[in-house]
């Protein structure tokens, strides 16, 4: 028998081995051999008899009961201590401690909630607000992603439904108290109840100590997914462009499926109560971190592999997974993994960093000769500089189709009708764009990007 995640040998008794107990029953259980090496040898114990009387008691103030049974072996004495999993937390003089691997470890902070919540039958994104209504509800956000999902064959049928009769389909209410998770994925302002609901973007020189400039996108999931891809195309990454014909083609400098898993792993699967999304972005790399350590039973050679999808917010996760932005199938890495492979770049590297996930993706080569894509911060960069990001958003809808509203606009924008406005009157004032006819009317491309 050798020593593993649910072994554990110790040459003889001492009080600090009831935080070994206390970490087995907070995990799968295990047991406990005092008077073996360790090399699993039985040392023979000559206080047997006082100890079988000792460790039950001191077991007990643990608020738990275990098989202690003295077993024998070359007329050697040791004692063997059973220990079950336990379904509630147990804590040793208001400490809890967990066995993972072949180490015991103290649960503190972020850990400690989740490990509680867990034992509760809870994740953190289940939990109600108690302090939110629906008003706080962005139903805008919320109609736009359920319409959205209903391409993807998932989301159920919420034709005709109010906003509370949505969030219950989606099972993101309690009775009708919202839970975290519709906070997280459709709050008009989620800051106002957790701290760090954001993605800051920093642009990088070579080695990550000169912080060219930077940006923070603040708001719901579905608010940061958006604009996160939006500032990241415009203003943090330059594309190459190809000539076909009479056409120009443009290639981003990473496939956009690898970045876009990236930043929905990152999203779905952070810790909530931790720090915010972070993204690096460097000459001749782009990383991606988050906080949250992988579950327990996940390594890093697990991601690179199929292995069985454990979402740390289920409640996220599934709301993503109706509207058709995630599987359940523990995909997202590899998809990374073969987005890179196909685009010809090299394989990512996902470490654990800082209590977090770092997943990081090259350009071919290491070096790009140095193109930033925005190297000066205040301007938006890219290939048509002289447009913002939001107005070349505006302009890419317009020609994907021509006839397409102000209203509409400003559906798809996520903005009011005025703010769209003055993005079209800049587009028209730059020459880019004019109207042919008024209501029933079309935009003419006057400068083919």
């Not at 000539?243 to 290639?251: A, T, Y």
């Not at 499926?257 to 109560?273: G, I, K």
């Amino acid at each position: 028998m050798n020593e593993q995640q649910n072994i554990e040998w110790k040459q003889s008794w001492h009080d600090d081995y009831l935080k070994w107990i206390c970490g087995f029953a907070n995990a799968i259980g295990g047991t406990l051999f005092i008077g073996k090496d360790n090399a699993g040898g039985v040392v023979h114990l000559e206080n047997h008899q006082s100890l079988m009387e000792v460790i039950p008691n001191k077991i007990r103030g643990l608020g738990i009961i275990c098989d202690v049974n003295l077993l024998e072996e070359e007329q050697k004495k040791y004692i063997e201590i059973k220990v079950n999993p336990y379904s509630v937390p147990v804590s040793l003089r208001g400490r809890y401690y967990y066995r993972s691997g072949s180490t015991k470890m103290e649960l503190t902070g972020v850990e400690l909630n989740e490990f509680l919540l867990k034992k509760m039958g809870k994740t953190w994104d289940d939990v109600i607000e108690e302090g939110a209504t629906i008003d706080d509800v962005d139903e805008k956000i919320l109609n736009q992603f359920v319409e959205g999902g209903h391409e993807s064959g998932r989301m159920p049928e919420t034709q005709g439904l109010s906003t509370i009769e949505i969030l219950d389909k989606l099972r993101l209410l309690e009775g009708k108290k919202i839970k975290r998770a519709a906070l997280i994925l459709f709050g008009k302002d989620p800051n106002r109840f957790y701290s760090n609901i954001l993605v800051k973007i920093g642009r990088f020189d070579k080695d990550g100590s000169d912080l060219k400039f930077q940006e923070v996108i603040e708001g719901n999931l579905i608010h940061l997914l958006t604009e996160t891809e939006i500032l990241l195309n415009y203003k943090f990454l330059s594309k190459k462009i190809d000539f076909k014909g009479l056409h120009r083609i443009e290639v981003g400098e990473y496939p956009v499926a690898a970045l876009r898993e990236m930043l929905l792993n990152a999203l779905v699967h952070r810790t909530y109560m931790g720090s915010w999304v972070q993204i690096r972005v460097f000459d001749n790399k782009l990383s991606i971190w988050n906080e949250g350590a992988l579950p327990i039973g996940l390594d890093l050679e697990s991601l690179k592999r199929d292995h069985s999808s454990r979402p740390r917010n289920p409640k996220i996760a599934d709301a993503c997974f109706k509207a058709g932005y995630i599987d359940t199938w523990g995909r997202g890495t590899l998809k990374i993994i073969n987005a890179c492979k196909e685009a010809q770049l090299p394989e990512p590297e996902i470490i654990e960093r800082d209590g977090g996930v770092q997943v990081t993706i090259f350009k071919i080569g290491g070096q790009d000769g140095g193109q930033d894509g925005g190297q000066d911060g205040g301007q938006d960069g890219g290939q048509d500089g002289n447009l913002t990001a939001r107005q070349k958003v505006v302009l890419e809808h317009i020609i994907k189709n021509p006839k397409i509203s102000r209203s509409q606009l400003a559906e798809k924008l996520g903005i009011n009708e005025s703010a769209v406005q003055k993005h079209l009157d800049a587009l028209k004032k730059k020459g880019v764009i004019k109207r042919d006819g008024e209501t029933t009317g079309h935009w003419d491309i006057l400068i083919k990007t």
